[in-house]
């Protein structure tokens, strides 16, 4: 039973250094995160994108951290963030109707082609997929 208790301590020591290693670099540009993800700079949406790439939602991914391909496209779909004058209407008893957002996009080679139905400005545009730089 002892030997199972060091077993079991030794398993936790190992899992947490597993979640640091779960947010570990791919390459430049990408991060693998739990669950069989990675994760990678939308500059359309100045924030991160997951992608699952253990083969369980369809996508591929070319295992190239630097110039990745994810297939088919990236969808992401959601509401814009409240500003601080509707969050001020909301708390005063207003109403705020949520603004849908929408980010769809091919990466293809490092590059991000965003399609017409985003909502951000880089709609219809292709661009380089910034570099994940750690601060
Ligand atoms: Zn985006």
Redesign the pocket.
Known sequence: MRHDLAGFWHRCDRRSADLVAHMSAIGSKLRSLEGGKVAFK?P??N?A?HVTVDGSRGWTFNGDGDKPTFSPSVL?RGTVPITDEEHATIMSGGKVSPVPFV?H?FVTDGRIRFLSDCT?ELAGQTVDLPDWIVT
Do not use: T
């Open positions: 939308c359309g949406c924030q994108h992401v980010c996009s951000h």
